[in-house]
């Protein structure tokens, strides 16, 4: 039983990668993700402030914008955000 399709891009999926109960592909997934850390409910509970909020949304649609697929940003965008999630906490410890 290896020919499960995904339900919503049609691509093939390749069992050995995905839990037996997975019916999308990491593609979708992946697209699924993006559009999540880009929501407000995402963007509010990962950050305190605004402007690192901003600048994280900013970064995500900069990168959409230059094509980069949606596999690569989830593989980068964890880093982004710890950077910018430790610039909220480091900045204003000085002031
Ligand atoms: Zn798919």
């Given amino acids: 039983m290896n020919n499960f399709t995904c339900v919503s891009c049609e691509r093939k999926l390749n069992t050995s990668k995905f839990n037996k109960k997975s019916t ?4 979708y997934l992946s697209k699924a993700r993006v559009e ?17 909020a901003t600048l994280f ?6 990168l ?7 596999e690569t940003i989830c593989k980068n ?3 982004v ?15």
């Fill in 36 to 52: 999540r850390i880009q929501t407000k409910d995402f963007l509010e509970e990962n950050f305190t402030k605004t402007w690192s």
């Fill in 77 to 79: 965008i964890s880093k």
């Fill in 81 to 95: 955000l710890r950077v910018l999630q430790a610039a909220e906490n480091e900045l204003f410890k000085t002031f």
């Fill in 57 to 62: 949304k900013k970064y995500v649609l900069y």
């Fill in 24 to 27: 999308i592909c990491y593609y």
């Fill in 64 to 70: 959409i914008e230059l094509g980069i697929d949606a």
